[in-house]
């Protein structure tokens, strides 16, 4: 919109403007807001409500799932997963309800204890500091942020995060200790890491407790038939003789059930027996009956992956929805620039610099509920106030559509306000 | 046996050592050492394995469960343990599978943030002191083992912790913050505390931080029917003028399924906000699906009670054995003094000083596993190496008596051995 005149402006300005007004006057209550699948993607999985069913409560070792113990998890569900997660079953464990959990507590620990290759207990550095690829996702910067991590951002591109910023600021700064990675269909951007970024980031040279903590939240979650080869950032790891730098992370949170599904933790031998000893004073075992209900339910990596077509065909219409509404409502204007993912939650939309926060705030008003302006940078500060998260999986085909018409009205009356401001 | 003269005392060593061979000659393989339920008591849950059944995932809000969300946990089942716990339904949170796991991630977040009244983390204090009650939970002192927080054993009186040490403690030394207490039917003496002790317990002086890790593991687990009535800590602390200081734990680990059970914190409404705050960085809600399935089970607190009825219909025979077994076979001999709780998972025994890890030991190269001598004090040090936890829950009842029959003569022939050796 750029190139038009004042005069023209001032018309689109005043188009925007009824068409906002009537979208208040409609009164919505929608949420574009959070990744949470919808209740349509929950019937899927309906047979947990069910299972394992009366008598079923042992593993095929025999042991009773109903006690204590097996801190580990079940071997069944873990071998069902080490395929597409890229981790040996040994070195792969089945833990609680939630991998961002995982993450947590494994920061905590790295606090209070430190990590093997490294020398003293985080909390004993003067600073700890974390890359954070942006856009990124703000449940891994608010924990940051709670144990007073510092955050250091490092730009995406399309093929994961931009390697010569990570060599570099690895290079110079020992701090660094941590870098969040969400390496297949990224929160937000979609962007899948390349096996060149990751042979960069693995074995980049880096304080030698420096982690990478591999959020493989979205690696079954294709969208598409294009999809990635799934890379083993162990093996790679140890390749490049920094076996112990990756930290795999993953649940079926958006599998099975969020909140009643199970998470998982992949890593080298040494970093297994850490967390395994750190676990062996938190708690006396997972909950296993949960786990058999999942090997139940899925059976096997076949399972997963039929399981996850039926994901994909609820899913693939709405992210096509997305696409097809800023293609029309959008890109005539010129404004916008978003990602169309081949996979995972999330697209990641660019509008004018500076205009992010207006266009959240009037979505706001107008009941469409988006996720906060901000919220993909760390301490929820967007330098250029640009990039907003859209969550279409959420809401019905139908009440998407009018959630996403209605915010591209907020976009562009946003975007001339801006331009009108600025001229 | 003391007043034994030594032919009389190498008389019975010859016995029991004949007794001992014989036993090591069974080639036995039985298992006295942990608190797990027994297979029949885990049928008596055996709801759990199907439910909540196909298309049963709201609340009685009308709440889809399945999804995110819910961090406090569901209020039905809050509502369910509010009355046993004596803690207010808004005061009472439905977590994780584990309150291990919960009192492990209160003092690490005390650790790294502090708590409310506080001055500072209490990472951030030269000392950090808990008292241990003894004996007392294992478990409790691997938390504070693990995290560098010195331990003080407190003896047990009949009615609690004594009062006069705990009083003198913590008017002399600013560094305690924490004590462990089971209040009902401790583990492992079954002392139940009177109200006289926990009025105590809440009102002497004490650090503004200072914290009563109040595990209610076994409030409903009765084995008689002169039931203690229950102690509303929080009630009691809120008059003395310390309504912060207690943090309740409890669990349904022994209720339903250990590992597949629900675990509950309870505590003021300034402790629930800092916990709240806490895990909203650390979790996006619990597993409300298997809250659910207790709600069905369970369905209100006279389920409760007539479920735990049965759990007592299995253990009450057990607990009968371990004291008919004592005291056919080790009071005619004036060895052991030993608890016959009212409830809870354990009897404690004392053998002659000096005499438990010898026993323990023994009964171990004869195939019975008995809990590690010492394990019921901190650091695994009892000085005066005497007490044993027994815990006779898990074995079947026949099962039961081979073990504390062979588990009896191992101690009568480590006291004969140690009387032998004194003279």
Known sequence: MNERSVDELRALHADFSAQYDALVARGLKLDLTRGKPSAEQLDLSGGLLSLPGEGQFRDQAGTDLRNYGGPLGLPELRSIFAGPLRVPVAQLLALGNSSLNLMHDVIVQALLHGVPDGVRPWSREDTVTFLAPVPGYDRHFSICERYGIRMIAVPMTEEGPDPEVVRSLLATDPTIKGMWCVPVYSNPSGVVYSERIVRELVSAPAAPDFRLFWDNAYAVHHLTDARPEPLDVLALAAEAGHPNRPLVFASTSKVTYPGSGVAFFGSSPANIDWIVRNMSVQTIGPDKINQLRHVQLLRDEAGVEAHMAHHRAILEPKFNAVDAIFRERLAPFGAGSWTAPAGGYFVSLDVADGCARRAVALAGQAGIA????????????????????????????????TALGGFSTAVLLAETEALLAGR
């Open 370 to 401: 988006v996720t906060p302006a901000g919220a993909t940078f760390p301490y929820g500060d967007d330098p250029r106030d640009r990039n907003i998260r859209i969550a279409p999986t959420f809401p019905a085909l139908e009440e998407l559509g």
